[in-house]
């Protein structure tokens, strides 16, 4: 089954995770990556996902890619260093799903990274067109391309009703990041 967790709204990855567990619980084996997520911007689930595949005797795998926010927050590195971290986390990405080791493949704000430009979207498309039938794949992030919308078995929207951000409070961790 091909997924698509998309929206402007909180809960893409906290879904993807979310799937991974109920995965996990079945015995079945999950990789994660993700795009534009860096270890210089640390999220609750950098503290958790590397325990899960410590602890989970080979059931999971989480590596991130990406090199950071791009162009924003300070970012300086140069647009194509943002362009290679993509394309080799995409390239890991399809590595690991043909590799027959994992049941469940999931490119967090990979949709992001289609939509900044840092993979193409015949990259993305082959990538689809390649997934074995016994494993399932999951495309999180913002500003998922109608072809790839277009191709999901399940495509969820997550839409933002209201956010303390809009009221001026900041980011809090363990919520929001």
Do not use: W
């Not at 689930?45 to 890619?65: A, C, I, N, V, Y």
């Not at 970012?75 to 080791?101: I, N, Q, W, Y």
């Amino acid at each position: 089954m091909f997924m698509v967790f998309t929206g402007n709204g909180k809960g893409k990855t906290t879904a993807a995770i979310g799937q991974a567990i109920r995965a996990l619980g079945d015995g079945k084996r999950v990789f994660m990556t993700q795009f534009i997520k860096s270890t210089g911007y640390p999220s609750g689930e950098d503290g958790m996902l590397p325990q899960m595949t410590s602890r989970t005797g080979g059931l999971m795998h989480f590596e991130k890619g990406g090199l950071g926010f791009v162009g924003i927050l300070g970012d300086k590195l140069p647009f194509e260093e943002h362009c290679a971290a993509a394309v080799t986390t995409l390239a890991r990405a399809k590595e690991a799903m043909l590799s027959g080791k994992y049941d469940l493949v999931i490119l967090d704000e990979v949709n992001v990274a289609l939509d900044l430009k840092l993979i193409d979207l015949p990259a993305a498309l082959a990538f689809l067109d390649a997934v074995p039938a016994s494993v399932d794949v999951i495309f999180t992030g913002r500003y998922a391309h109608s072809e790839v919308l277009f191709r999901a078995d399940l495509a969820t929207r997550c839409e933002e009703l209201s956010h303390p951000y809009r009221g001026g409070e900041k980011a809090r961790k363990g919520v929001e990041y």
